[in-house]
């Protein structure tokens, strides 16, 4: 009888640990604001950790477990281009931001 029970109890676990782990990246255009909270996410510097923070939260997620510069050449799928009223260094940046519930 305490087979089923410690089955029953890893398998609780393992389904917990599965929700709470829920996790997604988005990904982001690395545009400049005028206060450098762009650069703070692309550098993934600590000054970016509150605009992480709450990039993650307005979309129902608990916290941002990291954040960075990515490449377009990471990302798959249609990267669109800089427009050619672009004025400044970065138009074809992006950041990834991972959040977690």
């Known amino acids: 009888m305490r087979f089923p029970t410690?089955?029953?109890?890893?398998?609780?676990?393992?389904?917990?640990?599965?929700?709470l782990a829920d996790s997604r990246v988005f990904i982001i255009a690395n545009q400049a604001d005028g206060y450098g909270v762009d650069q703070c996410l692309a550098r993934g510097e600590k000054c970016g950790a509150h605009?992480?923070?709450?990039?993650?939260?307005?979309?129902d997620f608990a916290q941002a477990v990291s954040y960075r510069r990515v490449d377009p050449d990471e990302i798959t799928g249609s990267v669109p281009k800089a427009?050619?009223?672009?004025?400044?260094?970065?138009?074809?940046?992006?950041?990834?931001?991972?959040c977690q519930r």
């Open 6 to 19: 410690a089955l029953w109890t890893c398998m609780s676990l393992l389904a917990a640990t599965a929700a």
């Open 51 to 59: 605009a992480a923070r709450s990039y993650c939260q307005s979309r």
């Open 83 to 98: 427009a050619g009223n672009c004025n400044h260094a970065g138009c074809n940046e992006y950041v990834a931001i991972t």
